[in-house]
Nanobody
Framework: QVQLVESGGGSVLPGGSLTLSCVESAVSGYITNRQCMGWFRQSPGKERERVAIIDRKGNIRYEDVMKGRSTISPDYAKNTLNLQMHSLKPEDTAMYYC???????????????WGQGTQVTVSS
C-alpha cells in the first residue's frame, strides 16, 4: 500500500512563505523513485486543482494558480518532494496534497497515489 505523507502546512500572513514536503513510506518505496510527482490543492467548495508536477524526464509544469510563486523540487537525498511557496495570498488557502505515480501509455502522468493533505491558511 502506497502511503504519502505531507507536512509543512500552517497559517501565514499574506506575502509570507511556506515549504511543503511529501514523503512516501519506506514500506511502499520512495516518492522520488516515481515517474511522476506533483502537488495539488483544494479549497472548500472548489474542485481540486493542480499546482505543479514534475516527472522523471525532468519536465516541470506549473499551473497558473501559483506560477512564479512556487517551486517544485524533489530532494533525492531525503527522498522527499518539496513545494516552496512565496508571496502567498489569501486565495492560496487550501488543503495541499502531494501525489505520485507513473506515465500512462501516452506518456502523460497519472496520479493514483495521494496523501492526506496539509492545510495552508493565508490570512491577516
Amino acid at each position: 500500500q502506497v502511503q504519502l505523507v505531507e507536512s509543512g502546512g500552517g497559517s501565514v500572513l499574506p506575502g509570507g512563505s511556506l515549504t511543503l514536503s511529501c514523503v512516501e513510506s519506506a514500506v511502499s518505496g520512495y516518492i522520488t523513485n516515481r515517474q511522476c510527482m506533483g502537488w495539488f490543492r483544494q479549497s472548500p467548495g472548489k474542485e481540486r486543482e493542480r499546482v505543479a508536477i514534475i516527472d522523471r524526464k525532468g519536465n516541470i509544469r506549473y499551473e497558473d494558480v501559483m506560477k512564479g510563486r512556487s517551486t517544485i523540487s524533489p530532494d533525492y537525498a531525503k527522498n522527499t518532494l518539496n513545494l516552496q511557496m512565496h508571496s502567498l495570498k489569501p486565495e492560496d488557502t487550501a488543503m495541499y496534497y502531494c501525489a505520485a505515480d507513473r506515465f500512462d501509455h501516452l506518456g502523460d502522468c497519472i496520479f493514483r497515489y495521494w496523501g492526506q493533505g496539509t492545510q495552508v491558511t493565508v490570512s491577516s
